[in-house]
């Protein structure tokens, strides 16, 4: 098909040339906006394939999904394809999943979160039918900021505390200085549904005890949205990307990481990677990790050393440890996404985000995509992940090669304990992913992974700017800018910058 610009692109960015480096769910979705705007494309990535977080391997007839495996918005992904007339199907499957959580709980109670609104009614008031009313309310309140935190402001770019200041009504009446948790406890009671309200944060890097409020919005866009599952898994997904991206001429090189963005004054004008591959461009965008992107890459340039100065003393999302298992046997009883809360919720997140305690206790996300899809193990087979959140490594700096194996044994431990019993037996292959992971694979800084914690004072304006202040051709996207992390977080990202980028090269 002929590549077509985006309706409502500049016409002077044709011949324009952008460099995107990383791969990750950002890069490309920025890659494919400005492609399919008539600016040609390189996007750079260090690792052998795309991803970037949405990494996956290949081991003993098992497919293994690095993350992340939640998808909600599907319609700010089909809208990358939609930009040059393509339709996403004619590359990747999107199946809804339902339940989209089961909620467990070590005294035994399960609750089964989904869109379904007689179902998950009928949830709720298995845990207190005292409750409903209070849902109602915090469903208006969800929608509300929903509105103005997803759809007004998510795919808007805040490069002035003025951008900062209008929005700032709206913040203040929907009590966006308040926590999330804090929030939904003004709403319901009891404290098992509260977890099930509250617990979403967790899968952008945020505290629910500290996360602002505005972040209930994820509620109502799962509600409207749905939770989808990509056939094959995330990194089907990823490479439909890819093959969008090329379809319409983008070119990416894979396994040659970035060393160095070369600036003339405040201008950035090359990028050098390890190979020695050089490439010149009008825009330079970066969707590596933040601090590696100024202290590293932009390290020779004054504004890299500041930035990276000024960035060391933010607050940075923890880290993760998953445990990959593919076991024998199948367990359709097992749902796709579930949640595993331990015996504590506001300590346990204590211990994580302010103390750098390695608890334990834990809670833990267990996905299961061969519920939905067998083909991502062999047959008779199932494969598994269960992830539980840990301090990053400036919070907790012990020795994960020592402590690893031993965190998998207690995490196998608690899954044996509530959902299979003859689990040790039954493991084929399994291996596990621990903050220096996260540091070294993905040049995350301390081995967070989520980069910046998403705190008000961390949001919009406060956070990275999707254009650099000071070298005005260099641009950010992916979970370290507006507005943060999650699919649609990074994607809404890669909206907002190209939208400066296309000005900006017109």
Not at 215 to 243: C, P, Q, S
Not at 345 to 370: K, R, V
Request: aromatic share 10%; with cysteine.
């Amino acid at each position: 098909m002929t590549q077509t610009p985006a309706s409502g692109s500049p016409s002077g960015s044709q011949g324009r040339k952008a460099i995107v480096i990383g791969a990750g769910f950002g890069g490309l979705a920025l890659a494919i906006r400005l492609q399919s705007a008539g600016i040609s494309t390189t996007v750079l990535e260090a690792r052998d394939k795309p991803g970037g977080r949405a990494y996956y391997w290949q081991k003993d007839g098992f497919t293994f999904d690095a993350g992340p495996t939640v998808i909600t918005d599907p319609n700010c992904l089909s809208e990358l394809w939609r930009l040059t007339g393509h339709d996403m199907a004619q590359d990747v499957t999107l199946e809804p999943v339902s339940p989209f959580y089961r909620l467990n709980w070590s005294d035994g109670t399960n609750f089964d979160y989904s869109n379904d609104e007689a179902s998950l009614r009928q949830e709720i008031a298995k845990l207190d039918a005292g409750d409903l009313a209070g849902y109602e309310r915090f469903l208006d309140y969800s929608a509300a900021v929903y509105r103005e935190g997803y759809e007004k402001l998510g795919h808007v770019a805040f490069l002035d505390f003025a951008s900062m200041i209008k929005a700032a009504p709206a913040l203040a009446q929907h009590q966006a200085w308040r926590s999330v948790h804090s929030m939904v406890s003004s709403y319901v009671k009891n404290e098992k549904l509260l977890q099930a309200l509250s617990f979403h944060t967790l899968l952008v890097g945020g505290n629910p005890m500290t996360t602002s409020a505005i972040y209930a919005l994820i509620h109502k866009l799962e509600k409207d949205g749905g939770v989808w599952f990509a056939r094959g898994g995330t990194n089907r997904l990823v490479a439909a990307m890819v093959a969008q991206f090329e379809r319409i001429g983008g070119t990416l090189r894979l396994g040659d990481p970035v060393e160095k963005i070369e600036t003339i004054g405040d201008k950035a004008t090359a990028v050098i990677t390890k190979s020695g591959w050089r490439g010149e461009a009008d825009a330079v965008a970066s969707n590596a990790d933040l601090m590696h992107s100024y202290r590293d890459l932009l390290g020779a340039h004054p504004r890299g050393i500041r930035q990276a100065d000024k960035l060391s003393r933010k607050r940075w999302s923890p880290s993760l440890f998953v445990l990959h298992f593919g076991i024998k046997g199948t367990w359709p009883g097992i749902p796709h996404h579930m949640i595993l809360f331990g015996p504590r919720y506001e300590g346990l997140l204590t211990d994580i985000y302010q103390h750098g305690l390695l608890s334990a206790d834990f809670s833990l996300y267990l996905h299961h995509p061969t519920v939905t899809d067998p083909s991502m193990a062999p047959e008779g087979c199932s494969t598994f992940y269960a992830l539980a959140p840990v301090p990053h490594m400036g919070k907790l700096p012990i020795d994960w090669e020592a402590e690893g194996p031993r965190y998998a044994e207690r995490i196998l431990d608690e899954i044996e304990r509530r959902l299979i019993p003859d689990i040790r037996s039954r493991i084929v292959t399994q291996f596990h992913y621990a903050p220096p992971d996260f540091a070294s694979d993905l040049a995350a800084h301390m081995g967070s992974a989520f980069s910046l914690e998403p705190l008000l004072t961390q949001s919009a304006w406060f956070r990275a700017h999707n254009r650099d202040d000071v070298i005005p051709n260099l641009y950010l996207v992916g979970a370290g800018t507006h507005p943060g992390a999650g699919i649609p977080g990074v994607v809404g990202s890669a909206k907002a910058t190209a939208r400066l980028m296309m000005e900006d090269l017109g």
